[in-house]
């Protein structure tokens, strides 16, 4: 089993700042890409940002130049810093990282459960 559980989420204002976290656990024998996603209500779960396992980044482009992905191989973690923060980046925060349990196994995805981002005065 693979595990994922986001931390950071919270209220902050227009402008402000929030760095969120991402640990990997269980049984595996490697990871791969690692992504956010996020999910405002009534809309679709939409990619914010990944990045591969040796450190090439990829962005929305509504979050260009504000967020920044980063990932700790050792520590198995991903990581989300966001600042300028805008009402229109509230949203549910989900974690998504590919990984292979065993040798006789397939590469496929797992999703952490979501840490809330709210964005507002």
């Known amino acids: 089993q693979v595990q994922l559980v986001e931390s950071g989420g919270g209220l902050v204002q227009p402008g402000g700042s929030l760095s969120l976290s991402c640990v990997v656990s269980?049984?595996?024998?490697?990871?791969?890409?690692m992504r956010w996603f996020r999910q405002a209500p009534g809309k679709q779960r939409d990619l914010v940002a990944s990045?591969?396992?040796?450190?090439?980044?990829n962005y929305a482009d509504s979050v260009k130049d504000r967020f920044t992905i980063s990932r700790d191989n050792v520590k198995k973690m991903l990581y989300l810093q966001m600042n300028s923060l805008q009402p229109e980046d509230t949203a549910v925060y989900y974690c998504n990282a590919d990984a292979r349990r065993t040798l006789s196994d397939n590469t496929r995805g797992y999703w952490g459960q979501g840490t809330q981002v709210t964005v507002s005065s």
């Open positions: 990045i591969t396992s040796s450190g090439g980044t």
């Open positions: 269980g049984s595996f024998i490697s990871l791969s890409a």
